[in-house]
Structures are given as structure tokens and as C-alpha cells.
């Protein structure tokens, strides 16, 4: 297997340079004096960086350029670029991961599972996570291609987060059902291991763009559930509307809107969630002595960043801006 090289966050300022990158962008764009050059955006888990090669455009990966400042922005001059085989380069080195390990955070989350009263709902839930291949597609599946938990792990941290949550919300209200709060969580997005992918770049699969992660999450319940013997058909009903309301209003598509307490908390907490990894990300792309980010469609407003600086945060991985 070919070496990786330089990560594009610890390129040199100037310089001779040799990596592999992946090409998340590409255009045939006019010179100025006549003719025609490719401009590429390379990408790697840390980072993107402008690139041009002014003679014999075509696709590539591997790069051996001249790395230059213009416009206070560094960029590469191509001299050397091909396309790498399979086999050259590690998958996991061109798509933003989440800073846990997703062995630990699989293994905290069948913790949850282990601590479910309701045998028959905790056997559900070990099926799920004891088929090989839906485990597998957890650990690397993003919670989503743009708006939060945005990386190879994604889904599994937010999930993870959740069922943190749940331990204190159902601490403050004792009310509450805390098996259906555990199974509704652990179920709510799990569609999405179907839904997206995660190899070189985050994306949508065929029928992610079809069905959508709420239908396949449907889906997925429906043939664990026909393995489990006698399973309630209560409880079977309980988890389809934890499912298909979680979205919380049919505009934001919800299928029907949160009837119970545990529908609304799972939806309350899945948004707190999902939002503040979203406002966490905004902040941290934000250039540094900026007060106030640029305005976010997806949030419909600005965030604001704060005058001191420290904007890091522990938990969120590095995403390109």
C-alpha cells in the first residue's frame, strides 16, 4: 500500500510536496490569457486545499506539487498527478471520523441494551446488535452528509449521546418509561446505517435517496421483531411511533407527531443534540477572532462565537469548513 504522505493540515507554508488526497471537487475552468486548467479541491480527513494544474487536466489522487501562498490562501501547483488504485490508500484517511473509538462507544452502547428491564425488548435490541453486519455498518455510519454528526462514527456518537441524556432526564422525571426512552433512541435513526454511507466521502445510497432512514428504520424493526417470540404487540407499536415521530412535526417529516412522553422527550433530546453539534462545528470553522459566524440556512441564523477565543470543543472531530 502506498504511503499517505503530508495530511493537508500539516502541509508545509511553501515548498515541494508529495500525498494522497481525494478529489471532493473538480472544474475545467478558462485561463486567463486562453486555454484551459483543472481546479481541484483536495480533502483528507483534516482538511481541504485549492489545487490547479495548468497542462493535461485529468482525474486524480495522487499529487506532487509545489505548495504556494496567493491571496493569503495556500494553494498547490501540480506538477505530477494520477489516479491511485484500490489498494494504494486507507479509506478511513478521506472522510472526517469521530474522535471516539467506535469499538468503546459500540461497547458502551450495548451496555444500555444489557441495563433494559423488559426481557423481551432487551433481547430485540441484542439481536440487532449482535447481527454482524448491521454492528459493522453502526460503528462507521455518519448521523448525517451536511447537517450534524457529520463523520464515520457519527450516528453511534449521537446515539451514545442520547442514551447519556436519557440517564438524567429520566432521573428528573421518574415518570418516565426508561426501556422505551433506551429502545427509542438505539432505533430512531438506525435506517441511516442503510440510508448513508461513509467510505472516501459522506453520501447517500440508492436507497437511502428512495426510501429514507425513518422507512428503513421501520424495516429493520420489523425483521428483528419477527425473531423475537411473543414479542408485545404494545410494545412493537410503542417502538414504530418512536420511529416515525422522533422528527417531532410532519413539516420536518414526521410522519405523525410525538403522542406520548417518551416520543416527545426522544424528539426534545434527538434536536438539543443534533443542534448543538451543529452550532459546535459552525463555531469552530468560524475564523478565529471572528464575534459572529456567517449565516447559517440550515440553523436560520448567525451564531454567535463569543470575543475570547476559546471556542474548541472536546468532542467534536475535525470537519473541513
Not at 448521523?143 to 449521537?158: A, E, I, P, S
Not at 442503510?194 to 472516501?200: K, V
Request: glycine content about 8%; charged content about 25%; hydrophobic content about 35%.
Amino acid at each position: 500500500m502506498t504511503e499517505k504522505g503530508y495530511y493537508i493540515d500539516s502541509l508545509p507554508s511553501t515548498g515541494l510536496v508529495t500525498f494522497l488526497a481525494l478529489v471532493k471537487e473538480k472544474e475545467i475552468r478558462p485561463k486567463r490569457a486562453g486555454g484551459w486548467y483543472l481546479y481541484l479541491l483536495l480533502g483528507d480527513r483534516t482538511g481541504e486545499i485549492d489545487a490547479k494544474v495548468w497542462d493535461k487536466p485529468q482525474e486524480v489522487v495522487k499529487v506532487r506539487a509545489t505548495i504556494e501562498l496567493y491571496n493569503e490562501r495556500p494553494q498547490l501547483i501540480v506538477q505530477r498527478i494520477r489516479r491511485c488504485e484500490e489498494g494504494e490508500f486507507e479509506e478511513g484517511d478521506f472522510c472526517p471520523s469521530s474522535p471516539q473509538d467506535p469499538d468503546d462507544m459500540f461497547a458502551s452502547l450495548a451496555s444500555f441494551v444489557e441495563s433494559v428491564g423488559d426481557e423481551k425488548l432487551r433481547a430485540l435490541l441484542r439481536l440487532i446488535l449482535d447481527e454482524e453486519a448491521t454492528a459493522s455498518a453502526f460503528r462507521a455510519a455518519p448521523g448525517g452528509t451536511k447537517l450534524h454528526h457529520c463523520c464515520r462514527g457519527g450516528l453511534l456518537q449521537h446515539t451514545l449521546s442520547l442514551c447519556e441524556l436519557i440517564e438524567r432526564v429520566v432521573e428528573h422525571y421518574p415518570r418516565l418509561n426508561r426501556d422505551w426512552l433506551i429502545a427509542g433512541v438505539l432505533l430512531h435513526d438506525i435506517g441511516k446505517i442503510e440510508e448513508l454511507t461513509a467510505s472516501r466521502r459522506l453520501g447517500y445510497t440508492t436507497r437511502g435517496q428512495l426510501v429514507g432512514h425513518v422507512a428503513l428504520g421501520i424495516e429493520i424493526l420489523e425483521r428483528h421483531v419477527a425473531r423475537v417470540p411473543d414479542f408485545s404487540v404494545e410494545t412493537k407499536s410503542v417502538l414504530q411511533h418512536l420511529i416515525v415521530s422522533h422528527h417531532g412535526e410532519l413539516e420536518n417529516g414526521a410522519l405523525r407527531e410525538p403522542a406520548f412522553p417518551e416520543a416527545i422527550v426522544l424528539h426534545a433530546l434527538d434536536e438539543l443534540d443534533a443542534r448543538l453539534d451543529q452550532a459546535y462545528r459552525v463555531i469552530e470553522q468560524t475564523p478565529s477572532g471572528e464575534e459572529w459566524s456567517a449565516y447559517v440556512p440550515a440553523l436560520r441564523r448567525q451564531i454567535y462565537c463569543g470575543r475570547n477565543g476559546d471556542r474548541t470543543s472536546a468532542t467534536q472531530p475535525t470537519v473541513p469548513a
